[in-house]
């Protein structure tokens, strides 16, 4: 779905953020950046939807290449994927439907989306997204009404509604509490799974990025240094990663953590319940 | 360094040696300054009128009242060509604010290099000159009357209203625009949902504002014949006509609190 090839990146102020990436993330795959803050994780994300320019590199979505797209095709481009922010971005101001059906915007004119009148089956799939990650009694709500778990939840509608082939996840629970951070990343990949979506999410929380992706990939100054399962996530590789510390403290709790994960799952609890 | 040791303790101070001796020479000009400009003042000043002045003030206060109430009768007419004179003032002034407004903002500017410069030429000649002379200016161009006013007002106001505004643009929240242009919409959807929403508030703020302020402004704009309740203080000020002049004052007055309790609520009804 997604193939990044020799990409690089070099920022006007000489920082070399991206060396030589490779990477394909295929089909309905939900892949997991780690590593520490400037490895260059939201650089790569950037680069894919192209909110960061890239140096050098190609970037196919399907045969699409992303890289050298001229305005209106990137626009076209940009409606296939979708986007999760660390800070939720949502435009506090508008209403909770409204920031939702803004993920159409690349489909409606100017005029219709200036005068909010989206399509009826955009209505329809808003509110179904809405639902389905049960916020559908905030429709109505301003945006800056609403905890951090329900904006992230609005911030995944609105990404979703795009219907797009990839999702970039930029630390999509680095403002959350440890428990809606958990919901979050479930309901992430739970709704990648119902549709068949690739995704790659940004995460310096190793243990998350471990409980809930099936593919694992470490950043460090810009290179690519682990892909592979988070089972073999050993201390070296973290300090490969990371640099020197205690990493057996990090294992060992997943272990555990994946045990209680399968008995919650046995117990069906993952539907997502909404925060108090 | 503030930090020295003394004795093997380290002592902190707020300034250095040098620091404090430059801060206490600039606090010496400073006053030397200031009572050199005092007697040049002083030198220039008849002392005696000044004296008279406390005499002369009660005299007039005399002569103005009681205020001529009967003479209400022709200032609603003026009263309420000064409140239109502000108001259309304000809404010109707004409907080319806006535009330039994001053309002068960094963020929004459709060329940083042509278009901002101009746009921020346009904020400062508009501001650089006071309304009285834009009226001044304008009475002799299309003659007396509220439009001039009415025109004056507008040209003060835009450079006003366009510099807040660009600055609030400035201000936005970026990532909000970001999520907005990842989900692929054109630019003027960038604008009306990413950086619309969010500068509502200041908008309002600042178009309130400046209404209050034109109230004031126009009530002075007939001095120089530009409509409004200017002319009869002009006129009845020439006249040693004091008991209108007073009446003028207290309506003046009167128009600006009124303006004031509006545009507070309205504000606190927006923000």
């Known amino acids: ?276 | 360094m503030p930090v020295r040791e003394i004795a093997d303790k380290k002592v902190w101070q707020r300034r250095t040696t040098r620091a404090q001796f430059g801060t206490w020479f600039g606090w010496l000009l400073g006053v030397a300054i200031f009572v050199y400009c005092w007697r040049l003042i002083s030198d220039k000043t008849i002392w005696f009128f000044v004296a008279d002045a406390p005499k002369q003030a009660a005299d007039m206060a005399q002569r103005m009242v009681p205020p001529k109430w009967s003479y209400m009768e022709v200032l609603w007419a003026p009263v309420w060509d000064t409140v239109n004179i502000a108001t259309l003032g304000t809404m010109i002034a707004i409907v080319i604010a806006v535009p330039v407004a994001f053309c002068a903002a960094r963020n929004t500017t459709p060329s940083v290099h042509f278009v901002r410069p101009v746009a921020l030429f346009i904020i400062v000649s508009s501001r650089s000159i006071n309304s009285l002379i834009w009226a001044l200016m304008l009475v002799t161009l299309i003659g007396p009357g509220v439009l001039a006013g009415v025109i004056a007002i507008g040209l003060r106001s835009i450079g006003f209203c366009a510099k807040l505004l660009y600055e609030a643009i400035e201000e936005i929240d970026q990532s909000q625009v970001e999520a907005v242009i990842a989900t692929g919409a054109a630019r003027s959807q960038q604008l009306s949902f990413g950086i619309v929403p969010q500068i509502m508030p200041a908008f309002a703020g600042i178009s309130v504002f400046r209404w209050d302020i034109n109230i004031r402004e126009s009530t002075v704009l007939g001095l120089v014949g530009a409509g409004g309740i200017g002319l009869q203080l002009d006129a009845s000020i020439s006249t040693l006509a004091w008991t209108q002049v007073s009446l003028i004052l207290l309506v003046i007055l009167a128009t600006v609190i009124v303006s004031e309790w509006v545009s507070a609520h309205i504000r606190h009804a927006i923000i």
Request: proline letters at 4%.
């Open chain 1, 1 to 276: 779905m997604l193939r990044i090839e020799n990409l690089e990146k070099q920022y006007k102020t000489g920082d070399h953020a991206l060396k030589n990436v490779n990477l394909v993330v295929p089909k309905g795959q939900v892949m997991a950046l780690i590593g520490p803050s400037g490895a260059g994780k939201s650089t790569l994300i950037r680069c894919v939807n192209r909110l960061v320019e890239p140096t050098s590199g190609r970037i196919f979505l399907g045969d699409l290449e992303l890289a050298h797209l001229g305005s209106t095709e990137l626009r076209r481009a940009r409606t296939r994927m979708g986007m999760i922010f660390q800070e939720y971005a949502l435009v506090e101001r508008l209403s909770v439907m409204e920031n939702v059906l803004s993920g159409r915007l690349g489909y409606v004119g100017f005029w219709r989306s200036f005068f909010r009148k989206f399509p009826q089956s955009d209505i329809d799939e808003a509110f179904n997204l809405l639902e389905r990650v049960g916020l559908e009694h905030m429709a109505d709500k301003r945006a800056d009404e609403l905890s951090g778990g329900q904006r992230q939840r609005v911030g995944i509608c609105r990404a979703l509604i795009q219907n797009p082939d990839l999702l970039l996840v930029d630390e999509p629970t680095a403002s959350l509490d440890p428990k809606t951070s958990r919901q979050i990343m479930r309901l992430i990949c739970e709704l990648c799974d119902e549709r068949q979506l690739a995704a790659i999410i940004n995460i310096h929380d190793v243990l998350l990025a471990q409980m809930f992706a099936r593919r694992i990939v470490g950043l460090q100054l810009g290179s690519i240094v682990y892909d592979g399962p988070p089972e073999n996530l050993n201390p070296e590789v973290l300090t490969q990663i990371y640099g020197e510390e205690d990493w057996e403290a990090t294992i060992e709790k997943v272990k555990e953590e994946d045990e209680e994960l399968d008995t919650a799952a046995l117990l069906n609890i993952a539907k997502v319940s909404p925060p108090s």
